[in-house]
């Protein structure tokens, strides 16, 4: 000890505060690795939760006594990982988290005294809740809200009013449902619902934006296109580039030439109606037979030479015969109806790059049957 004090005292001032700033960092470093090495100790027990899961969750944690850190803004809760598996044991007993809306669990215990108003309501809650988890299981819905509108059945057809459903869903980050994905979503909620047609589901992201809209049948009544037939002319013009892409690479090589195609669809339908005759096969349609006879003398006892007063006693003996048939050879009409979407017009144009530096270009138009070059 009087070592060490000797030492302190031949210290100037710079030379001890040098020494304490040196003990400070010292003591200040450790504390921080001791920090960083219990903070790297924690592990995530539920992660994307909503704010009444991670509420539910929290204080479930608290009643525990255990320490435990939130991240993700609250969507996630962190703890010990010497702690994670008996955690999630207590919470999973204790019913939490409820991962949304209760499903059909709602019907596992036996309510005796409830009304058939109160079963259709939970029957309804059940239902959606259900149908959201299944949203949910898609890999790029984080979240899905669920709503139905049953079909209202009624004596008066004015009265009666089809099923319809909302599907409200928020993508993960990065994620984005394709056309494919917003068929299979109504598609499963049309399923799941009595009377529930696809096309009556609209499917909504948290933007509000439409992700699905109704696709009306082609027809050239319309003034603006269908979704139906603006796909089904792109679908046509893919396939006519990918053939010309195909048949000029091997020739002029890739990137050596640029190819458009443009195809211009009539979606006009007809009614066409064929009667045919047959005369090997007839049909007799009607028959009408007329018979008339008459018999016996009308001038019995007249004296030789004198002639009767009136006509009639001049026809003696009459027999007449008529028979009428009218028979037909055609068959029924047979009514036929053209299909629509046939390509009244297709274009391409090929511009190619030579090895010169010539361009030259290559156009070719076909209108009704007629090529011109």
Not at 136 to 141: D, G, K, P, R, S
Not at 265 to 270: E, G, I, L, Q, V
Not at 284 to 292: A, C, L, P, Y
Request: hydrophobic residues 40%; charged residues 25%.
């Amino acid at each position: 000890m009087d070592q060490i004090r000797r030492l302190f005292d031949s210290l100037t001032w710079k030379q001890m505060f040098s020494l304490a700033l040196a003990a400070g960092g010292v003591l200040t470093a450790l504390s921080l690795f001791a920090h960083w090495n219990r903070e790297r100790d924690f592990r995530p027990l539920y992660g994307a939760l909503s704010p009444e899961d991670a509420g539910a969750v929290v204080a479930k944690i608290r009643e525990s006594g255990s320490d435990f850190r939130l991240a993700d803004n609250g969507a996630a809760v962190l703890v010990p990982s010497g702690k994670l598996a008996e955690l999630r044991l207590q919470l999973a007993a204790a019913g939490v988290p409820k991962s949304g809306r209760i499903g059909f669990e709602l019907f596992d215990k036996t309510n005796f005294g409830a009304s058939d108003f109160t079963e259709q309501v939970n029957y309804h809650r059940a239902l959606e809740g259900e149908l959201e988890r299944s949203v949910t299981a898609l890999a790029e819905v984080e979240q899905a809200r669920v709503h139905i509108t049953f079909a209202k059945d009624s004596i008066f057809l004015e009265s009666r009013q089809p099923a319809k459903a909302s599907v409200l869903v928020k993508l993960r980050a990065g994620a984005q449902l394709s056309a494919q994905n917003v068929a299979a979503i109504c598609q499963l909620t049309a399923s799941a619902v009595d009377g529930l047609a696809p096309e009556a589901v609209s499917v909504v992201d948290m933007r509000g934006n439409l992700l699905n809209r109704a696709r009306k049948p082609l027809s050239s009544d319309d003034v603006e296109p269908s979704e139906a037939a603006l796909d089904y002319r792109q679908k046509i013009e893919h396939d006519l580039l990918a053939k010309v892409n195909s048949t000029l690479e091997p020739l002029l090589g890739a990137g050596k030439f640029h190819a458009t195609a443009s195809v211009e669809c009539d979606f006009t339908s007809a009614d066409q109606s064929e009667e045919s005759f047959d005369p090997n096969k007839s049909v007799m349609v009607t028959s009408q037979k007329t018979e008339d006879i008459s018999g016996g003398s009308l001038a019995a006892g007249i004296p030789h030479g004198i002639q009767p007063a009136s006509a009639n006693f001049a026809a003696r003996n009459r027999r007449g015969r008529s028979h009428a048939a009218n028979r037909e050879h055609h068959l029924p009409n047979q009514p036929h109806s053209a299909p629509p979407s046939a390509a009244a017009r297709r274009g391409q144009a090929v511009i190619g790059i030579s090895a010169g530096g010539f361009r030259r270009a290559l156009g070719r138009n076909r209108s009704e049957g007629e090529a011109r070059y």
